[in-house]
């Protein structure tokens, strides 16, 4: 699917930050910082008139950033693999304890264990399970730059479960 930047109006864009469209070029600048990403966002500025500066970008800071997204596609940049997965020939995939994944999230989603409760059956500490339970990695996916790309691995948790999860931790107001 592809948008409009929301800050330059360039269309037929296809990266996402904080749920908005944005061109590569406005991307490339987008800050991490929410705050500081809602403030840039205001700042509109027209296509146009970034042309020059877009046709020059393309060759040079984005090449570079495919690149890296690409490395981290295929596990390269991970120096270690999430829980419920090893690194095999440079490659994630499933590890031995891979169901135990989704019986964390089974058991947040389907019982009224706390954090605190869940994260001590299991051995990690509250932070540690809140990074499962929202780790992209079990769909399948990577999260690179704040942003959500396809991997090249298998998905050890179902999209309907990992949403159920993500739904039930915003309402818990879980951050
Ligand atoms: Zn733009």
Known sequence: MS??????????????????PLCDFCLYFAPDDKI????????????ADIETFRKNFHSRGLQQKKGMILKASRGRLMSRSPFGYKIEDGKL???????????IFQEFLNTKISLNQLSQKYKFSVNGLKKILKNFTYLGKI??????????????????????????LEQLKIK
């Open 36 to 47: 500081r990403f809602d403030e840039y966002i205001k700042e509109k500025v027209n296509s």
């Open 3 to 20: 948008e409009n930047c929301i800050k330059c109006g360039y269309s037929n864009t296809s990266n996402q930050k904080f749920g908005l």
């Open 93 to 103: 995939v499933p590890a031995e304890n891979f169901r135990e994944v989704e019986n």
């Open 143 to 168: 999260k690179f730059n704040n942003q959500i790309h396809d991997g090249n691995h298998q998905p050890i948790i179902s999209s309907t479960l990992f949403n159920h999860v993500q739904n039930k």
